[in-house]
Each structure stands twice: as C-alpha cells, then as structure tokens.
C-alpha cells in the first residue's frame, strides 16, 4: 500500500510541475493590423461543397504531443451579428489537425487530431475592435488531443454554421510576421474551385498574399510520458526508502 500511494504521489507530483508550452503564437490583438477575414467554416447539408477550413503550420518535439488548448481570432460577416456567437448560432467548433495541406484537402476530418467543442466550453474574449471587425472574437477552445509524434502539423478551427440564416464566420489574419506565413484554406468538397482543394495564402488587395492565420495552440506532454515520468520518480522514491 506504501509503495501504491508513493506512485500516485509521485505522478500527481510531476503532473502538476508541468507546464504547458505555446507551440504556436499568431495572435494579433491590434485592429490597426488585421489583414483580414477567411471563411473558415461547416456549413448546413445543402451548403456541403462549400466546406472550408483555415490551416497553418507548427513543430512539436516529443514532449509537446498533448494539445490542451486553441486559441484564434474570429470575425463574422455576412450577415453574423455579436450575439451570434452565443445565441444558438454558433453550434460548435471543429478543431482539427493535419500532417499536410494534402490531407486537410482530402478531409475535413483531421488526420492527426480532431474534435467537435460545443459552444458552451468556449471562452469568448471582445478585442473591442469596430466597424467591419466588430464582430472579432478572442476565442479560447479546450481541447485533449494526443498527436501522433514529433514533427510539423497544420492546425485548423472551422465553425457550424448555418449559411442561410446566420452569416459567415472566419479567421483572421495578420500583416504582422508571427510565423512562417504559410497559413491557406482547406476545401475537400471543392466548391470554391481552389487547385487540389486547397488555397495556399488569402485574398489581398495584390491577390493571394502569404500570412499568418491567428492560431495560439498550447501542449503539454502526452499521458504516457507523464505516467511514465511519474513511475521512474515513484522508483527512485521508493528506493531512497528502503535505503533509508
């Protein structure tokens, strides 16, 4: 029995040293330099073709696989008021994760990673901006996601949405350099007519400018490695016990 809760101390001991790591920074909260809006959204059955989710890139190590949480900058257009975001409109997140542009063109569903949040466990944060981004939201969405190794990843949030009676929803986007500006759109239905499916950069005043989409995603390391790091810590424990 000793040795048992020597084990779950140890565990919950490294549990709570470990920190999360920001594995992706994109987020820009100054109005002055907001590049834009890109659709980014699930729509109804009808509307299917026109599917499209906003991606961009980032490298985890081996100790950054278990997504705890995504972070962005939304903004709704088309007909999408503030309050859509909390009175039904909104019916949930998709937060998904590639391991390329090829795979997020093929679908919807991450390969890496996905999960459908409901509205209620989001946190929604008013940057205060106006006119055409007065809809812009921060938006912090939970998630548990294990990724399947070290390597690069594209991460996306599309939104459910009704095309004909809310509006639209999209990301934003950033004049500012915060990352490898290789953000693009994903369209595995095809509707919007992009080369493969898929749109590298967004519309600009010059056409299809390279930026940043505003995406924060924050790991920690993945279960078995904390069990794993918890048992060699109880082992070590229970050794200077016995010596003792």
């Known amino acids: 029995m000793q040795i048992r809760l020597i084990v779950v101390g140890a565990f919950l001991a490294v549990?709570?040293?470990s920190s999360a790591d920001i594995v992706l920074n994109q987020l820009d909260f100054a109005q002055a330099t907001q590049h834009g809006i890109q659709a980014s959204q699930d729509f109804e059955a009808t509307n299917d073709?026109?599917?499209v989710i906003v991606i961009d890139d980032f490298t985890v190590n081996a100790s950054q696989l278990n997504v705890i949480n995504v972070e962005?900058?939304?903004t709704g257009f088309g007909g999408f008021v503030a309050s859509s975001y909390t009175d039904g409109s909104v019916a949930g997140?998709?937060?998904e994760f590639y391991t390329s542009t090829a795979a997020?063109?093929?679908n919807f569903t991450g390969n890496a990673g996905s999960?459908?949040?409901a509205p209620g466990a989001v946190t929604l944060n008013n940057p205060g901006f106006t006119g055409i981004y007065a809809t812009a939201r921060h938006i912090q969405i939970p998630v548990n996601i294990t990724l399947p190794g070290a390597g690069t990843y594209w991460v996306g949030v599309s939104v459910v949405l009704n095309f004909t009676t809310s509006g639209q929803l999209?990301?934003?986007t950033t004049n500012l350099v915060l990352g490898t500006q290789n953000g693009g759109q994903a369209n595995p239905n095809g509707g919007w007519g992009f080369p493969g499916n898929f749109r590298q950069g967004f519309a600009g005043v010059t056409g299809?400018?390279?930026r940043d989409a505003q995406y924060l995603v924050e790991a920690v390391p993945e279960p078995g490695s904390m069990i794993a790091l918890g048992l060699g810590a109880a082992a070590l424990l229970a050794r200077r016990r016995r010596k003792a």
Do not use: F, I, K, R
Request: glycine content about 8%; hydrophobic content about 60%.
């Open 115 to 117: 999960a459908l949040v």
């Open 208 to 210: 299809l400018e390279q």
């Open 170 to 172: 999209g990301v934003n």
């Open 72 to 74: 962005m900058m939304m």
């Open 104 to 106: 997020a063109a093929g």
């Open 49 to 51: 073709p026109l599917d």
């Open 93 to 95: 997140y998709h937060v």
């Open 15 to 17: 549990a709570s040293v």
